[in-house]
Each structure stands twice: as C-alpha cells, then as structure tokens.
C-alpha cells in the first residue's frame, strides 16, 4: 500500500518525502519530475522567493539506477534560502529572536498553531504550514504521475478562473494538455488578460487573488474506491486529498454544487451499452457512483482562497501585548493559482495512486500492469 509522507520548513534545509509501497521495476525521470517542479514554480503573480529558489528533485533512497527497488523512496527538495535563513532555523542552534513574528495573520495557521501547540512565536507555526511544503508533495506526484502512466491513467487540470476573471469553455482531456499557458495555466486568452490586469491591481494594492481549478482524471477503470464502507469511498477521499492543500477552501466532484438546483431528471447520467463498453452521453457525476470510479473520466474543481499574506497587512493583534496593529509580511506571492494547479495535480496522483495500490497490491510492476489490465473497463 503507498503512504506519502512530509518533512520540512520553509526557510530550513529543505523539504522532504517518504513514500513507501511503489513496486519495485519502475523507472524514474528525473526531468520530468523537476519539470513539475519549475511549473510549481512558475506563474504570473509569484513572490520573490520563487527567483530564489530553483527547485529540483534529489533522490536519496529506494532507487538504483533509475528504477525503483520496492524500498521506501526519499526524496529532498533543498531551499537554496536556507543560506539567508541558517543563523535563524538551523536546527543545530540559532537565533530565534531575530525573525520573531507575532503580529498574526488573519487567514493563516499563525494564531490557531500558537495556541494549539503553546508557541509565543508564530515563526514555529509558519514555517511548516507554508506553502513551500508542497514543493515536495509535487517531487512525489511526479513519481505517482509515472506510476500511473505505467498502468495509462493520466491526470490533467487548468485554471478556470483567477479573481472574477472566469472562462465558461468546456474542455476535452487533450485541449486541456495541450493548450493551458504558462503564465496562468489557463485555456481562454481573454479570460487570462482580464485575470492579469486583476493581478496587477491586487498587486498596486498590497493585496492578493484566489481562483479555482479544474482536475480530470482518465483512463481509471470502473471499480476502484468502493460503495461498502463510508472510509473507502473515492469522492470523499480525493475531496479530502484536494482539501489537504494549502488555501484550498472547497472541493466540488462532476456537477457538484450546481447539481443541487437540478431535478433527478437532468442532474443523471443515463446509461447506455455501446460497443461492449457501458457508456453515457453526460458525466455530471463526475466518474464517480456510490463512491467507486465507474469508468468516465474524474472531474473536480477545487476553490483556492486568496492567500492570507497581504503586502498591505490586515488588522489583527500582536500575540503576546493583544495590542491592535497590522499582521505581518515579509514577501507574498499576489496570485499562486497556477502553482495551486500543479499542486493540486499531486495531490490528486497520490490519492489516486493510494486507491490503485489497495486494490491491485503486488510487489512489482509487471504484477501491476498484469492485475489492471486484466480488469473489465
Ligand atoms: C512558497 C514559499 C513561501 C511563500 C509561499 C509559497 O516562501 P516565503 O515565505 O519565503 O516567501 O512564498 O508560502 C505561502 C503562501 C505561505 O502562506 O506561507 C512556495 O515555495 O510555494
């Protein structure tokens, strides 16, 4: 069975993931995976901490010579800021007056963190739930995504809005990976000029844009996740993975929220029996019935609040005095909607990932590929 594990801080030496559970036999691309990572990187919007960091996958276990070996699999993503940051994080010793924060932000882990684990410095707080930590959970997706090619599921998303700035297309599987750009993993131009200007009026005005994001899955087989216990349901668990990103605020599976306005008429998908295949002419449930894949592609939007440190500084309290002032900033990223994509993307391979190892088990990956693709459709 695959488990993901995290480590790391934001400005400490570097972030960290253990997965164990991949078959042995699978072969590892390192430039795809730092492909995934400059994409994370990317983005019209970003912070000044992206032109620090380069980020790029280093393998420390579980693979020799380009294939896995059935052990865990530790992957690093060092944070070349460390160098700026050492004399305050360095686990060895440090100071730890000098990056002080205490003006906590609204939005963040800050307050709920300092109080849960009794720290009078948000720095012990922020530093692991920002947003750097999914640096590596995109490293791990990158070893997921080829995990699942191996066996022909393919994940693909885009951003759908940023702001108001919304594009009302409906998409194929292949316009979506072929055509989203790279400033704002968006398909529609004009919807992305319109997003741009927003951008650069947050930006003016020391403030920040969320947006939302879609995410399709295909070539999953009917019958993974299952109907019989609740735990075991698909939808719940993606939505579950999706709402374990960082400022991701909603989840919506196919139709979604809309289906609640529609009468049981229009809001099903009829089933029909073509070519030795079951099929439907609409995927409003989104590929999922009772909490198992039944073929279709997976279809899910995922909402992304803006991020919660505003250059402006919203009103709040300092910790310790309760005093009213302005939360703290440093730097912000205005929009990371794109980088929320390629995030998203990872958590939904490693969900996925999880539900497909559970079912097919094996220790290889020629007992993988034997077992799905001896699987009816
Ligand atoms: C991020 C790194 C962070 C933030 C951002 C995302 O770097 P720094 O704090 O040094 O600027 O830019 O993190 C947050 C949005 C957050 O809330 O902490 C990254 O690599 O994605």
Redesign the pocket.
Known sequence: MIRLTTAGE??GKGLFAIIEGLPRGLKIDLDKINGELYR??CGYG?????K??R?EVEILSGVRNLLTLGSPVTLAVWNR?YENWKDFMAPEGCDTEGRRVENVRPG?ADLAGMIKFGAADARDI?ER????E??VRVAAGGIFRQLLLSLGIEVTGFVRSVGTSRDENTYTFEEIQKGRSKDLCMLDSKAEERAKREIDVCKEDGDTLGGAIELRVRGLKSGFGSPMTYREKMDARIASALMSV??VKGVEVGGGFSLSALKGSEAHDEISFENGKFTRASNRAGGIEGGASNGEELVFCVAMKP???LMRGLNTVNYTTKEKTKASA????VC?VP?CEAVCESALLCEIAKIVSERLGGDTLTEWKKRYGELPL
């Not at 970003?46 to 992206?50: D, E, I, T």
């Not at 739930?129 to 750097?132: E, K, L, P, T, V």
């Open positions: 934001s400005h994370r990187q970003r912070g000044a901490r992206q620090i960091e980020d800021d963040h922020l739930a920002s947003a750097r999914t640096a960082q400022a991020i919660p440190t440093e730097r912000s990223d990371a980088a």
